[in-house]
C-alpha cells in the first residue's frame, strides 16, 4: 500500500542553500496534507500543512506547494540549517484532517555546515 | 509547550506476555492516537479514539489490541498476547483538531 510516496530516501544540500523534499499521493480522497520532521528518539514534530484548496502554505523558512493535479507537494526550506538535519515524513489525510494519517516512507535530509 | 507524555520509553516482554503502553496527551486535546513503526518501515495508523470510543481503526488494529482512557489524563494501548512482529516504536499522538502532536513513543521489544 503505498499511497503516500517519497522516492528519495535521502538528501545532502549544503547550508545556506533550498532543500526541496518532493511527495507524491495516489489517493484522491486525501484533502489535508502534512510534514513532519523526526529526530532519532523523538517522536514525529509536526512542521507545516497544507489543505487542498491552496497550492502554498509559509511558514518562516518553510514553505509547502501543493499541486493538485499531479498528486504532488513539496517542502522548501530556505535557506537550510544544521540543525535541520533529520528524517522528512510527508502525510496524508481525508476529511479535511479528521480521518487517520497516511505516511510517507521519510527523507533523511543533511545539512552540511 | 504542551507535550505528549509516554510510558515506558523502553519495554521489554516475552512472547505470549500482555503489555500496556501508556501515554499522557495534551491537557485540552479530545483527540487520541496511536500509531507505529516497525523498525525500517513507515509509521503505520493504528487507531483513533473520541469521546471515549474507538473513531477509526486500521486492519492491525485486530482483537489482540485494546485502547482506553481510564480517567481524565491517561490514554493506554494493551496488546493482549503479544508477538514478535509487534516489535516496534508506538507513538501515542493527540490533537485539538489538527495536525497532531506525537510523543517520543515507547520502543517495545518482544522476544
Known amino acids: 500500500d503505498q499511497q503516500v510516496k517519497q522516492n528519495s530516501p535521502s538528501l545532502s544540500v549544503q547550508e545556506g542553500r533550498i532543500s526541496i523534499l518532493n511527495c507524491d499521493y495516489t489517493n484522491s480522497m486525501f484533502d489535508y496534507f502534512l510534514w513532519y520532521k523526526k529526530y532519532p528518539a523523538e517522536g514525529p514534530t509536526f512542521l507545516i500543512s497544507i489543505s487542498s484548496i491552496k497550492d502554498k502554505n509559509e511558514d518562516g523558512r518553510f514553505t509547502v506547494f501543493l499541486n493538485k493535479s499531479a498528486k504532488h507537494l513539496s517542502l522548501h526550506i530556505v535557506p537550510s540549517q544544521p540543525g535541520d538535519s533529520a528524517v522528512y515524513f510527508c502525510?496524508?489525510?481525508?476529511?479535511?484532517?479528521?480521518?487517520?494519517?497516511?505516511f510517507g516512507s521519510g527523507t533523511r535530509l543533511q545539512v552540511q555546515p | 509547550e504542551p507535550e505528549v507524555t509516554q510510558t515506558p520509553s523502553h519495554q521489554v516482554t516475552q512472547m505470549g506476555q500482555e503489555v500496556i503502553l501508556r501515554c499522557v496527551p495534551i491537557?485540552?486535546?479530545?483527540?487520541f492516537y496511536w500509531y507505529r513503526q516497525i523498525l525500517g518501515q513507515k509509521v503505520e495508523f493504528l487507531v483513533s479514539f473520541y469521546n471515549n470510543e474507538i473513531s477509526e481503526k486500521s486492519e492491525i488494529f485486530d482483537d489482540q489490541f485494546s485502547v482506553e482512557r481510564p480517567d481524565g489524563s491517561n490514554f493506554t494501548l494493551k496488546i493482549r498476547s503479544t508477538k514478535l512482529e509487534d516489535s516496534a516504536m508506538y507513538f501515542c499522538?493527540?490533537?485539538?483538531?489538527?495536525?497532531?502532536?506525537f510523543g517520543n513513543g515507547t520502543r517495545l521489544t518482544v522476544t
Open positions: 499522538a493527540s490533537s485539538g483538531g489538527s495536525p497532531l502532536h
Open positions: 502525510a496524508a489525510s481525508a476529511d479535511t484532517g479528521r480521518r487517520a494519517l497516511t
Open positions: 491537557s485540552n486535546h479530545l483527540y
